[in-house]
């Protein structure tokens, strides 16, 4: 099926066109190994650059502007499209991974490590650890080009790296302040000595909301010990802690998000919703060792334990999470078939130690009394991949790609209390082959592609929470609750993508296509029909993703006294169904279709800068049934800053949506509206300023 380019977007095949044309004028000029695969971001790292697919490197060590959640770390970035409800909770999807997901549940469809570690599980990705304070970079692997990490997921990787003593020696005092309350306070202090390299890191955060119940408030601290045991062999230990607090304001209407956004859910409001983490634990290691000048190999392990306390509905869930993440990766420069070849073999795993949930009253409810235990079930998983990949060099400017990941998912739901009637027990292997080319086809021209599959597992907390079974009348204060689990298949995709990158006349670029057909996609499905109408997340009919990811960062004057630059991100998102029976080819709700982001920034000699930003994006289906949307949204802003010479501090201010647009930051899909305005939608932050400092003593 062919693409089909909207013509509000005539400048997007321009661009196309344009870098193609530029591109093959440089033909004859001989290839560099130097390329960047990653142009919005630029200083990727050579195992980037060596991937036949999309990627984005996002170093994070002077970003001069407001870092609160994962929204404001991967904001600007092609291919990646990321809504905030306001607080930490971030929804971020690659290539519609996790569209059914609303924003502060644990993420779906994107595999994510800390420092080669994994950090999503069975139950997904929780947030609260990611600070981005304590990260130096992150790495994204869009879709299928994941595999090379272990990640078989839609959406691809993403590898956040903490910042270490190496890369942050000295003591750092940050301060950030702004609209609706917002204020963080930071220090760390890091240093080497001899062989060993030290960071320890704090920050607080506390901020009223732009919605009203909406505050939030969250603390923490990290450490980063590394020894160079040897030239060959280093070994790393990390541990984080971080608890969190925010009241939950809940979604709105249209209506009421252009006429009072800053409203809270009248529901939610009415039952105080909320959500406290009392404390997330991480502890890892993760050691690397030299064999030899062609062989590598580098293993890990963390204790994550992170349990929540759910109070946002009449029932308080107490879920006593705990796992056991492991990674290994073994790398050997060789010989095959006569040409020169780089194989990968690695293990990824996650391993539920604990997820059992009780839940109970928050309030008096048909005379049983707040407190009363209503019921105790668990949802266990175990995710294991064994992957191996291979580039094998069949000519100077030609490579081919390999990827198979063999994949084990096990899940075990159960509801334990007050009577257990039913039990999922599944336990699945799948492939996951990939197969890809890439052609250097000059220094400044590189051409790539590769055909995929990739797997998601359902989360086992979804097979119960999207069961129609039921405790009849008789089971006291557990009647109406879901009694037993139901089965769910594994979500399939088979992609093709399609790219090219480089340094033409009008800059740095990367433009990627890509195509999937999807088969069992994990959506709200109707489950049971009218007059006992009941839906879920479940498996849905076959759907069909595919978009284009184009990203450009051009140079657009250079003096002896400063430089004028322009970066842009555009994310074309076509997902729908393919024949649905009752859909048809409807539009999937809840991302925009159209998403583009720029930046025009001018840097001085002397370290002041200053820049001026939009955002915009296209209006969102809010149900299967493409009866109601949510509005548009173009965003402007504008940012000052000073990096003083020599790094020792710098100072910046912003301003965000100047003019005070009102708008759905976010949208969590429903099945079918009938044309109704529910309420769908969180809205997105209104004007608001916000500035920071930073202050290095060595």
């Known amino acids: 099926m062919a693409y089909s380019i909207p013509r509000t977007t005539p400048s997007v095949l321009a661009l196309a066109i344009a870098l193609g044309l530029v591109g093959q004028a440089h033909a004859e000029a001989p290839r560099a190994a130097e390329l960047d695969a990653v142009v919005v971001t630029a200083n990727g790292n050579q195992a980037l650059r060596n991937i036949a697919g999309a990627s984005n490197v996002i170093p994070l060590d002077r970003a001069g502007t407001r870092l609160a959640n994962s929204a404001d770390v991967l904001a600007g970035q092609p291919g990646i499209v990321v809504q905030s409800p306001g607080n930490e909770g971030s929804k971020v999807s690659i290539r519609g991974s996790g569209i059914n997901r609303g924003p502060g549940a644990h993420a779906s469809g994107i595999a994510v490590s800390i420092d080669g570690l994994p950090l999503t599980g069975a139950g997904g990705t929780p947030y609260e650890l990611l600070e981005p304070s304590w990260l130096s970079r992150v790495e994204v692997l869009r879709g299928a080009n994941g595999l090379q990490r272990g990640a078989a997921a839609l959406g691809g990787s993403i590898d956040y790296t903490s910042r270490s003593g190496r890369d942050s020696a000295g003591v750092q005092l940050d301060y950030q302040a702004g609209s609706h309350g917002y204020q963080k306070r930071g220090i760390r202090a890091g240093g080497v000595n001899g062989n060993l390299d030290w960071l320890l890191a704090y920050t607080d955060t506390e901020a009223d909301g732009y919605q009203r119940h909406a505050a939030s408030e969250g603390r923490g601290a990290m450490a980063n010990l590394g020894w160079q045991i040897s030239p060959e062999l280093e070994t790393r230990f990390f541990l984080r802690w971080r608890q969190t607090d925010h009241q939950t304001p809940g979604r709105l209407t249209r209506e009421q998000i252009r006429n009072n956004p800053r409203a809270a859910n009248a529901y939610n409001l009415s039952i105080d919703a909320n959500r406290p983490q009392h404390g997330s634990t991480w502890l890892g290691n993760m050691t690397r060792w030299q064999i030899d000048a062609d062989s590598s190999l580098q293993a890990g392990l963390v204790y994550h334990r992170y349990p929540m306390d759910l109070n946002e509905s009449l029932y308080r869930q107490q879920l006593d999470y705990a796992g056991l993440n492991a990674s290994v990766l073994y790398q050997h420069q060789h010989t095959l078939f006569g040409y020169p070849s780089q194989t990968r073999l690695g293990l990824r795993a996650s391993h539920d130690l604990d997820a059992d949930v009780r839940e109970s009253l928050r309030r008096d409810n048909n005379g049983y009394a707040a407190g009363t235990q209503t019921r105790r079930f668990s949802h266990y998983g175990t995710d294991t991949t064994v992957h191996v990949d291979n580039t094998l060099s069949l000519h100077p400017q030609l490579d081919l790609h390999s990827s198979l990941a063999a994949i084990n998912t096990r899940r075990e739901v159960q509801v334990r209390w007050p009577q257990s009637d039913g039990r999922v027990n599944q336990q699945q292997w799948d492939l ?26 359902a989360h086992p907390w979804s097979m119960i929470w999207g069961s129609d079974q039921y405790f009849g009348p008789g089971n006291g204060p557990s009647s109406g609750r879901q009694s037993a689990p139901v089965p769910m298949r594994n979500q399939t995709a088979n992609t093709l993508e399609l790219g090219a990158r480089g340094q033409a006349a009008i800059g740095q670029w990367e433009l990627t296509g890509y195509y999937a057909h999807l088969k069992h996609e994990l959506l709200s499905v109707e489950l049971r029909p009218a007059p006992d109408l009941f839906v879920a997340e479940n498996n849905a009919s076959p759907t069909v993703h595919r978009g284009i990811e184009a990203g450009l960062e051009s140079p657009l004057w250079q ?76 965003l402007l802003g504008s940012r000052i800053g000073y990096d003083a010479p020599g790094g020792r501090w710098q100072a910046w201010a912003e301003m965000r949506n100047i003019g005070d647009r009102r708008y759905a930051a976010s949208v969590t899909p429903g099945y079918n509206d009938a044309g109704r305005d529910l309420a769908r939608s969180t809205p997105g932050e209104g004007r608001s300023v916000y500035a920071g400092v930073s202050w290095r003593l060595d």
């Open 559 to 634: 003096g002896a006294d400063g430089r004028l630059s322009l970066r842009q991100a555009y994310t074309f998102s076509d997902f729908r169904y393919r024949h649905d029976a009752r859909f048809g080819r409807n539009q999937l709700p809840g991302l925009p279709r159209h998403a583009y982001q720029a930046q025009l920034r001018f840097d001085h000699a002397s370290g002041l800068y200053a820049a001026i930003n939009t955002d915009y994006a296209s209006r969102m289906a809010v149900d299967y049934a493409n009866s109601f949307w949510a509005d548009s949204r173009v």
């Open 432 to 457: 996951a082959p990939r197969v890809g080319l890439s052609w250097q086809q000059s220094a400044q021209l590189q051409w790539f592609g590769n055909l995929s599959r990739s797997l998601e597992a």
